[in-house]
């Protein structure tokens, strides 16, 4: 199998390259799963947080080990943005949006418990991969609909396209056959 | 406390560290603690703490399913230097020749399924594997983990969990076990 080697800190890994759409292959990180990893990347991460932030929000599911860790570092409270509402969600706020990778309907779900931290905040987005930033887009117009303010983006790396709107550990490259 | 009173809120209690939470209705009308770990840096930290001493020494590998276990899953395998896998609520576009496991949920009274990736479910292949759950009801979700383990070669080795609702009815380690409340409040 191909693989991409990239490093963050002291840690290397080589990921798989994985065809996900026809003639478009990423190089596959997954944090779940790789607890060494993630602690890495949130150590990093945390150092890069701006002293501003005062809550983190994270797109359920591959980012939440590493939320986990930025606050627990930091001290700075996190919130799930869930794909599903629950039946014990307090009148949850519920956004739809489509997915680029499956070209599917998902949703993005706050319970309401979480409405009340995030309103009047700045908030941080974190996530694993920051790709077409399609998920950036439906999570920072959701926290601006509920009263939080997105004032930094966070993610071990960005794909694709070099952006600067991100703070980033890395790059990754997309595979496009012609 | 009296479990036929009308309460709202239960002081959830884990190794040393408390939290006041409410009491969410089933569709059974009975009524029980929330437990939620996702958000809650300190009661993953004091759980997985809990959760070490329930480990048999021969464990080799953690195993969970998305999403509420995962920051508790998580710690485990940094403090007990295990590595860990999550079976999936989703095919993702990147998976290849994965493992589909269906399971019977009480709580919602549907079905779900659980997906492991072919590459990840060669890490459990001859291993002792744990399943580990933050919060176990019925069991369902633990017997579809468990057919996971065994479809991917893997020994079922222990199971163990933070909280059962009421005593367990299967084999399990549990950290604490919730009272299950009456009807009306």
């Known amino acids: 199998m191909e693989t991409h080697r990239v490093q963050i800190g002291s840690i290397s890994r080589d990921l798989p390259i994985i065809e996900v759409a026809p003639g478009v292959s990423v190089a596959l990180f997954n944090l779940l799963g790789d607890a060494p990893m993630t602690e890495e990347a949130g150590k990093l991460l945390a150092a890069k947080l701006p002293s501003n932030v005062d809550v983190l929000i994270t797109p359920e599911v591959k980012a939440v080990p590493l939320a986990h860790v930025i606050s627990r570092i930091t001290g700075k409270p996190y919130i799930v943005a869930r794909k599903t509402a629950k039946p014990y969600m307090k009148t949850p706020v519920v956004r739809e949006v489509i997915s680029i990778t499956t070209g599917k309907p998902q949703l993005l779900v706050i319970d309401g418990f979480d409405v009340d931290i995030i309103q009047g905040k700045n908030v941080a987005i974190i996530d694993d991969v920051v790709s077409t930033g399609g998920t950036l887009r439906s999570l920072s117009s959701l926290m601006a609909e509920i009263g939080g303010t997105v004032v930094a983006t966070l993610t071990v790396f960005t794909e694709g396209d070099a952006r600067d709107d991100v703070i980033s550990l890395g790059h990754l490259p997309l595979y496009l056959k012609k | ?185």
């Open chain 2, 1 to 185: 406390m009296n479990s036929t009173s009308p309460v709202d809120m239960f002081a959830l209690t884990i190794g040393g560290i408390t939290r006041d939470v409410p009491l969410v209705r089933l569709a059974s009308n009975r009524r029980l603690p929330l437990v939620e770990f996702l958000g809650d840096t300190q009661l993953c930290a004091a759980a997985a703490l809990e959760l070490q001493k329930l480990l048999p020494e021969n464990a080799q590998v953690l195993f969970t399913c998305e999403t509420s276990s995962i920051p508790l899953v998580h710690d485990l395998a940094q403090i007990s230097k295990l590595p860990y896998e999550v079976a999936r609520k989703r095919r993702r576009p990147y998976m290849n020749d994965p493992l589909i496991q269906e399971v019977a949920s009480m709580t919602l009274g549907v079905g779900e399924t659980l997906w492991l990736d072919k590459n990840r479910s060669e890490n459990l292949k001859g291993k002792q594997v744990v399943i580990v759950l933050d919060v176990v009801a019925s069991g369902g979700t633990i017997q579809a983990l468990e057919r996971l383990i065994l479809r991917s070669g893997g020994k079922v080795c222990a199971r163990v969990a933070a909280f059962s609702q009421g005593k367990p009815k299967l084999e399990l380690k549990v950290a604490q076990e919730l009272p299950i409340f009456d009807g009306v409040g």
